[in-house]
């Protein structure tokens, strides 16, 4: 088993529409958990970055952590067509800094 | 402010030769990461160098090794080249614990 898991997709959705991504986790020391947009044939771009349990906000996106389940997700309010690409998460223990990334999710959003 | 820059943007190499990337991280950063983004594998953790040592290691066999210079800049070397290398390799650069990635070098291993 995978210490991060992340459904590939791909998930296409319309223009608009309020995108709902997830990955779970096994590793109870993780404590830091980010999502990562990577275009295609490009580094990845950090969108949110969490730290231990809660919900975090910036503009269209909000990343929640629920530690408890060991489940983290990003929700993409009024998708736009810009917004296609692949999302990754990742996350780390405190002691290691070495990152953890799910396999990523290909997001499509139709004009 | 400049992110972190690798080069080069594309690397050719046959198999058995030797290939070097490198790496500048975003000013003020001391960490740099190495990853490896092998297509259908994900991102793997290659390297950790922080303050010029060599901080933690992927499970990735010897011939991956790499260095940190004064500047914090840093450079991956891959030896004895095969074709399962063929990936792109990306660079990180963190204060702590966030990690702001590089474009990444695209290798391939004829």
């Known amino acids: 088993q995978k210490e991060v898991e992340q459904d590939p997709g791909p998930l296409s959705v319309p223009e608009g529409a309020i995108v709902s991504l997830n990955c779970t986790y096994s590793?109870?020391?993780?404590?830091?958990f980010m999502w990562y947009r990577q275009y295609s044939r490009k580094g990845p771009e950090l969108l949110m970055y969490?730290?231990?349990?809660g919900n975090k906000e910036d503009g269209r996106f909000t990343a929640q952590v629920d530690k408890s389940s060991k489940y983290i997700s990003l929700f993409i309010r009024d998708s736009q067509p810009s917004d296609s690409a692949t999302y990754l998460c990742a996350m780390c223990a405190d002691s290691s800094y070495k990152l953890i990334f799910g396999s990523g999710t290909r997001l499509l959003v139709r004009p | 402010e400049a992110g972190v820059t690798q080069s080069p943007t594309h690397l050719i190499k046959t198999r058995g030769q030797q290939a070097t990337l490198r790496c500048s991280p975003i000013s003020g950063h001391t960490s740099v990461y190495w990853y490896q983004q092998a297509l259908g594998l994900g991102l793997q953790f290659l390297l950790w160098y922080d303050e010029g040592e060599e901080r933690n290691r992927g499970n990735f066999p010897p011939r991956f090794s790499g260095r940190q210079f004064p500047n914090y800049s840093s450079e991956l070397n891959v030896n004895a080249l095969e074709l399962e290398d063929s990936a792109l390799y990306l660079c990180a650069s963190s204060p702590k614990n966030i990690q702001y990635f590089g474009a990444g070098t695209r290798l391939s291993v004829l």
């Open positions: 969490t730290y231990s349990s």
């Open positions: 590793n109870s020391a993780f404590q830091y």
